[in-house]
């Protein structure tokens, strides 16, 4: 149906022009020109007046139309109609008075009269003069103080970062205008200043922005009260804070509470400056509960009112390497995504107990520690897709990863940059010495994935680009992959295992599979520890240039101790250390498979024979049992003193067969064995 125009010009009800009687009253024979005069008993009654054998009259019928047509008629005048006690009104009915238009409302009683309701059953709309009446300009937070405004005015405050718009609203609003402490939210008014009976409210959709509380962002003035306040002024809903694009500078910890606070952001141009000395910029606190498992009761509470503290979009740098950027305390879940962390202690610490850690694409850069595991009680967590890179100064043993003792489970640290410059330490670097961690019984590193990241440290490490030590008899290193990553630029070993003694800690089901090592001026894997089942396979270990060795590929110090051990389907090339050597004092190597892998060393040396490296293979210890040597290749050169040695002062069990040791002409023992006993020991097909 096509849109009906309204009709040009002044409507009338039909037969109001009609002459004499042609019209009256319907069922009378009087004539009326008012609505009131028209609707009778017989109007409502209808054609029923009627006689069954009776035509009904012309002027019935122009009275008729005539009232339905006033009806019509006076909607067109009012546009809405007056308000009268004996209509039927429903929700939602809208009236006029002289006083104005009114709306029912839901539950209303539409009898009263909506002039002297008091807005209990009808809702006034308001007239442009209300509203301009009602909304009251200001450019201070001390002005809307100044005011005794009623509830239901509005204040426009005019105050750079702090404009916005204040409605002043019915209620106790006390709590939250004490925790306002810098009125960016609530401002008490003057007839009301402790806001028990109504407040003016800032009108808010989405996040509390740091500005409304006096933060100027301007990298000089010191911004820390006012984002502390912007924090502490969240007091319903758990909401994020944000920081518009700004340096804000700060100089003591800002207190996050976890319960409240689901987090802070920017668009990627909020900068804090961390301006002082041994502290954390932020610092996030929750509550969650001793025990692991996030089915304990307590830990479902939390995940319900703690969970997801996330910070994204920030750039966190320090005025000096003392001081740290976001810490996390008993946090369910908290998350780090796209933020930026240089010049610090720590870019993020993690302490006494948290959950389910994730963070990234985040960068750190020249930080003493990048991420920062502070003995801290911590399941769950993910580094995915990070830039790391430490500290070049080398005053201190930087480390891009630092698990600094603590119960660590479940770690994924997947497709980072990882990287050091000038005197660096390890660049993951787990130390266990002892320390208490709070809810476990000792210290743990455990079901650790480190997949598909590129380690590097530019030749410019003073420990190893991955160091395990553990120096506690408790300690616990277990379930560990380190696969499918790119180990370069390395003077130390790229992995070691380092213990004080043979009586601590202990490391096991440990895999090393699939990585390629290049230019690791030592050895690519170093064991002094206790290490038992682990699984070295399918590594590469090369050079960019012929001007670059290679180092060794795999040996043991004088704290070894190795059982279980599986080393197959490794290269090398360019090697000057030697290929495996699991030779040390008083090691027992029990069970251990050297099979199918394929070393080559390098062309020259460029000095003396190697002391103290003087086999290219070498599995000799105090005690070997169930050992296996087969179907090796190893090409060696001249500065190599022999090829391959098996050897022990007590064998039980071990199979040397199928090898190839390539270089004639060298004057050196291709291999160096034990004497063969029968059913004990067997050497066949070697060459």
Known sequence: MAKINRYDGNLKAFAADALGTERTIFGDTEQSNTLDGN????????????????????????????????????????????????QEYYEGSVVTTLAGIYRLKTGGVGSVDPDTDANVNWEKAPTRSDIVDSVIRVTSVAAIEAYSAPVGYVFSLNAGGRSGVFDVIAGDFSTELAADSLNGVYVGLADNPLATTKVAKRRISGQTNVKWFGALGDGTTDDTIP????????????????????????????????????????NGGGRIKVDGTGFSAFKVTGTIATGTGPTIPANQT???????????????????????????????????????????????????????FICSSCHFWDNVYGIHWNRV??????????????????????????????????????????????????LIKVLHNGDTVDGASSEQWSQVSICGCSIEAH????????????????????????????????????????????????????????????????????????????????????????????????????????????????????????????????????????????FAFASSYGGSNISGYAYDIDLSGKTALAVRLSDNTARVRSYTENGMRVAASTFDKAIISNNIVRGDGYGFARYTTPTAVSGNIVEKDNI
């Not at 017989?42 to 069954?52: A, E, N, S, T």
């Not at 002024?233 to 920081?243: D, E, L, N, P, W």
């Open 39 to 86: 609707i009778t008993s017989d109007f409502f009654r209808g054609w029923g007046i009627v006689g069954v054998n009776e035509n009904p009259k012309k002027q019935d019928f122009n009275g008729l139309a005539f009232t339905l047509g006033q009806l019509i008629s006076y909607l067109h005048q009012r546009g809405v109609p007056e308000w009268n006690t004996a």
């Open 227 to 266: 984002i502390q306040a912007a924090f502490n002024a969240i007091t319903g809903a758990r909401q994020s804070v944000y920081f518009p694009p700004g340096t804000y500078r700060v100089t003591a910890t800002v207190n996050i509470d976890a319960e409240k606070v689901s987090g802070a952001n920017s």
């Open 302 to 356: 939390k995940r319900l009112t703690e969970f997801f503290v996330l910070f994204t979009g920030l750039t966190f740098y320090g005025a000096n390497y003392t001081v740290s950027g976001i810490e996390f305390e008993r946090v369910m879940e908290p998350t780090v995504h796209n933020c930026r962390f240089f010049s610090m202690l720590s870019g993020i610490k993690l302490s006494v107990r948290n959950r389910n």
């Open 377 to 426: 009680n911590l399941h769950q967590q993910v580094i995915t897709g990070c830039h790391i890179q430490t500290r070049s100064d080398g005053s201190t043993p930087e480390h891009a990863l630092f698990f600094d003792g603590g119960d660590v489970h479940n770690l994924e640290v997947t497709a980072c940059d990882i990287e050091g410059f000038g005197p660096c330490g390890a």
């Open 459 to 598: 030749f410019g490490n003073v420990e190893s680009l991955i160091s395990i030590e553990t120096n506690d008899t408790d300690s616990v290193v277990a379930l560990v992959q380190v696969t499918s990553n790119e180990f370069s630029g390395s003077t130390e070993p790229a992995i070691a295992f380092n213990s004080d003694s043979l009586t601590d800690g202990l490391s096991q089901a440990v895999v090393i599979n699939s990585n390629t090592f290049l230019n690791i001026d030592n050895w690519a894997i170093y064991i002094d520890a206790v290490l038992s089942t682990a699984s070295i396979v399918g590594n590469s270990i090369g050079q960019f240039t012929a001007s670059l060795k290679s180092g060794g590929f795999l040996a043991c110090g004088t704290n070894a101790l190795i059982e279980n051990l599986s080393v197959s389907s490794n290269t090398g090339s360019n090697l000057v250390l030697g290929a495996v050597r699991l030779s040390t004092r008083g090691t027992v190597a029990n069970e251990i498979n050297v099979i199918g892998n394929n």
